[in-house]
């Protein structure tokens, strides 16, 4: 039973909505208790902890902005308050704020570095004391195979994807002498609000070039990071996964 994730602590940033959502409830289906970190999709959020509870399991939502250092400090001691240890972290919340690079503005740039990688700074440095104490946790940062191939219109989102996988390279080779793995998954493309905006023809432009010819499900990125964080994993640490359908192929 490498997926079973009874008695564990989970704490996934972004739970509200979208993948962080599938995580979540993937999760907990496994076993964990779940707290989930959203900024202020507040019913979507209770949704989530309700559905977990209707299923048997426990759950517990926080509102913050995971661009703050602070708040993600706040978090994760009123997590281990609440739970008594923190066994895995999803680093999942983020978002895009796209144009080109003569168009983009410093603020568009700020604000998507913040929240898709200082945030993977901010909870995994609030978390890491807990787990060397408890000589175990497993921590998986969502990046996108667009921090691997680049993406023109993209360059904010892109380098705050493609510093996730080093970020994940280098704290995978800090904790690795106290039983921590770190990794990081890369969806393509999944539908989500996030990739909602695209039409109709965009979509299918876009699944056409896919080698499996479809876009994913946020359970079948869930699936993945369920695995990671289970003792199935135990042997992986530094790596990126892309679940892409075949994408990065190309
Ligand atoms: P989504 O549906 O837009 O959901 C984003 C989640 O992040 C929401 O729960 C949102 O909270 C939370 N969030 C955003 N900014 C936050 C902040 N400052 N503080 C706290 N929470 C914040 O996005 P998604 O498509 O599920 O994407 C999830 C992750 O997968 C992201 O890191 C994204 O870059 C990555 N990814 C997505 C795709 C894709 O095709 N969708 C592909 C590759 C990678 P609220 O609900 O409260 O707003």
Redesign the pocket.
Known sequence: MTMNLENKIALV?????????AIALSLATAGAKVAI??????S??EEVVQSIKANGGDAVAFQ????LFNQAVEIVTKVVAQFGRLDILVN?????KDGLLLRMSEVDWDVVIN??LK?VFNFTKASTKQMMGQRAGKIIN?????GITGNAGQAN?VAS?AGVIGFTKSIAKELSSRNIQVNAV??????????GKLTEDQQKAIAEKIPLKR??K?DE?ASVVTFLASSGSDYITGQTSCVDGGLTLL
């Open positions: 940033t972004g739970g509200s909505r979208g993948i962080g959502r970190v959203y900024r202020s999709a507040a979507e959020a913050a902005d995971v661009a999942n919340a983020g978002i895009t929240t898709n945030s969502i990046t996108s195979i667009v989102y994807k890369a969806p393509g493309f999944v539908e989500t609000d996030m990739t876009t994913a946020p990125i």
